[in-house]
């Protein structure tokens, strides 16, 4: 492995941030990964160490739509979808945790559609 290979570095950024947030009840941590072709989003209650609610994708809701679109599209229909599912478990806020990506691209269209679709964070 490379000294200054990407996905060390990433992991190493996130465990920087992972150091300073954490989810709980009131408040569960909403993480994203990121993949070549696909984004996963998985909102974890670290005080009891499950997870809330999860989608990407690759969930059915959303995999027909989201293969014809690009994917920042795709980012968009995802963080619609998880801040739905939350919303209808009465979660309202979130602590985002990027995983370590930059904020922008398919990262900031997920954000943006999550909020929009009625989460705080």
């Known amino acids: 492995m490379r000294k200054n290979d990407p996905r060390t570095a990433r992991n190493r ?3 920087r941030v992972r150091m300073r947030i954490g989810g709980t009840a009131e408040r569960p941590r909403m993480c994203v990964f990121r993949s070549l072709n696909h984004i996963y989003v998985q909102v974890v209650d670290d005080s009891m160490g499950h997870t809330v609610a999860a989608a990407s994708t690759l969930d059915t809701a959303i995999s027909s739509e989201s293969n014809e679109k690009g994917k920042v ?3 968009t229909l995802v963080g619609g979808l998880v ?3 939350l919303v209808q478990l009465g979660v309202k806020k979130v602590v985002f945790d990027r995983g370590g990506y930059k904020y922008h691209g398919r990262i900031k ?3 943006e559609a ?3 679709a009625g989460l705080e964070f």
């Open 109 to 111: 269209a997920l954000a």
């Open 13 to 15: 950024r996130h465990k």
């Open 114 to 116: 999550a909020r929009e």
């Open 83 to 85: 801040a739905k599912r």
């Open 73 to 75: 599209a795709a980012a």
